[in-house]
């Protein structure tokens, strides 16, 4: 079983910045292929990025050269850097683990809202 708790949301003006954090509770982490969704207003779920326990990172167009994953396995911690933050970047953040058994796990999100 993996827990997860995300934090770093709140309120920005756009072309600001924000990290979020992910913080797992298992007992290996490395393991684990770590990803960052979001969920719009009005909108369905989509992956924002995804890194691999092998460091191998993936993004949509739609974050492309603004995002960034990172991750620190010593601290259980996934990241994800926005940079450059727009009106449409405004969703709930969801972490998402999973492991080499199929299992899936999600994190409660954190709100991010990009507005003046």
């Known amino acids: 079983q993996v827990q997860l708790v995300e934090s770093g949301g709140g309120l920005v003006q756009p072309g600001g910045s924000l990290r979020l954090s992910c913080t797992a509770s298992?007992?290996?982490?490395?393991?684990?292929?770590m990803a960052w969704h979001r969920q719009g207003p009005g909108s369905q779920r989509e992956l924002v990025g995804r890194?691999?326990?092998?460091?191998?990172?993936n993004y949509s167009d739609s974050v492309k050269g603004r995002f960034t994953i990172s991750r620190d396995d010593r601290k259980k911690t996934v990241y994800l850097q926005m940079n450059n933050l727009e009106p449409e970047d405004t969703a709930v953040y969801y972490c998402q683990a999973s492991d080499r058994f199929g299992g899936s796990y999600w994190g409660q999100g954190t709100q991010v809202t990009v507005s003046s």
């Open positions: 298992v007992r290996v982490f490395g393991i684990l292929t």
């Open positions: 890194i691999t326990n092998g460091g191998v990172r």
